[in-house]
DNA sequence: TCGTCAGACTTACAGTGTAAACTTACGTTG
DNA sequence: CAACGTAAGTTTACACTGTAAGTCTGACGA
């Protein structure tokens, strides 16, 4: 006879089920509240009994980093490889956003997972498959990711979500500190920052845009130095 | 009679030797080691006298991020915006190569110091004397500050630092992994990662010079719009 | 000589990740 | 059905974290 008589099985514990609450405390509370024993908790389980599921906490942050990579969506065959990206990019800003910490995590999580893998390896793809040489692939690469990632970088850094605490911030800010030791942050503050309709995630896109555009005219010097066809 | 006769007198502490110190533990063994009882030990003397010298774990965090700022050169006045800006950028990336701790540290620290707005002063002191209007300010300050955050982030986000070490890990990785499941991304590795002379730093230059690059055919773009001489 | 006080030290506490040992429930096998 | 192995949970314990609160010390001014 099982002893738990009456008790309703409890939910079986898994490590998806642990990656996926642990993902959205971290949303909801930040990534530095996210301990084994909260986690345990929100689980309705003990710290420990995680341990059967995850290898140690950083296995736990490697696997959320893998499963939100899961969320990008990968540019598409049909598009041209710059719509491609571009939509990629979007969508992982989107998830950058969504995911506070996804960004400051990656540094330490080393090792990809298997969503992270076939994401760059489509990524490449695109760029191989557009006629870029392997060099310039790993140019295009660098400069396209340093900038998106770079760019959540510093939204996040941003002390302000909305327009009005930006605002108010702003206003502190400046009554404090600035006047004339920093002229030229007074008046882009003043002039710029604390204008109505101002937000910085609004640079995202005609940054990415010109990255892209660039990286068109580089590749098509190339192509003609190489020699190949162009249409025309 | 002083009670420590003979004793040589202790050096006595202050702001700037803690943070100094803190800094040099934080590039030597990281920043997840830099405890406070650490830093005391480091300097002789117990964790909580530390807190006569900084407010709390995050202050000292905070006076660390504004003192390497110190180290970034600020954009001359006596060169052209460009190569200000270029210069500064490598500057740049030179401290967060040497401090690699610091690029992570940035979210968290909401309040910059002076030296840190003393610099952003002069970056958009650059843009503004280049003619930019305060958005493209705005818009290329955005897309230059992303570039090199991401990828001095990127960069350190590689678990490896020497071409060996690369080689290496590439080794077992491919051994491992790929061989037909990330078909580009197995070529762009043995084809091009793993050849000798590659390190993804070597990327930082030409991504740099694409970005100042666009942004100069976009302010030239505007200033004609906007109908300003433009020398021919 | 005394009082003041800054700057150091001591102690203590709540919270962290996780090792090690345990308990329990269930499925398989004799 | 009994015995056992195993997977998944719990309990306990430990070393280490930041830091609050209280104490001690030595130099200096009155």
């Known amino acids: 006879m099982p002893a738990n008589t009456g008790a309703e099985a409890r939910i079986k514990l898994n490590r ?3 990656l996926t609450t642990a993902i959205r405390l971290a949303d909801e ?4 509240r996210l301990t084994m024993r909260k986690l345990g908790e929100e689980l309705g389980v003990e710290a420990m009994s995680l341990y059967n599921h995850v290898a140690n906490k950083t296995d736990l942050l490697n696997g959320m980093i893998d499963t939100v990579f899961e969320e990008v969506e990968l540019p598409s065959h049909s598009d041209s490889w710059k719509t491609a990206l571009r939509k990629r990019s979007l969508s992982l800003r989107e998830m950058l956003k969504r995911h506070t910490w996804a960004n400051g995590l990656m540094d330490s999580a080393a090792t990809p997972g298997a969503a992270t893998l076939r994401h760059h390896d489509r ?3 695109t760029f191989r498959n557009a006629g870029f040489s392997l060099a310039m692939t790993a140019h295009a690469l660098a400069v396209l990711d340093s900038y998106v990632y770079g760019f959540a970088k510093q939204d996040q850094a941003l002390p302000f979500d909305t327009e009005e605490e930006a605002a108010a911030m702003g206003q502190v800010f400046l009554a ?4 004339d030791q920093y002229p030229y942050l007074h008046e882009f503050t003043t002039g710029h920052v604390l ?7 609004k640079e995202f896109v005609p940054g990415l845009d010109l990255v892209l555009d660039a990286l068109e005219q580089e590749r098509d010097a190339e192509v003609k130095v190489t020699g190949e066809a162009r249409a025309g």
Request: aromatic share 10%; no cysteine.
């Open 16 to 18: 998806e089920r642990v």
């Open 29 to 32: 509370n930040g990534i530095e």
């Open 123 to 125: 990524v490449i793809g």
């Open 176 to 179: 404090h500190l600035l006047p």
């Open 195 to 201: 204008q109505p309709g101002y937000s910085f995630g």
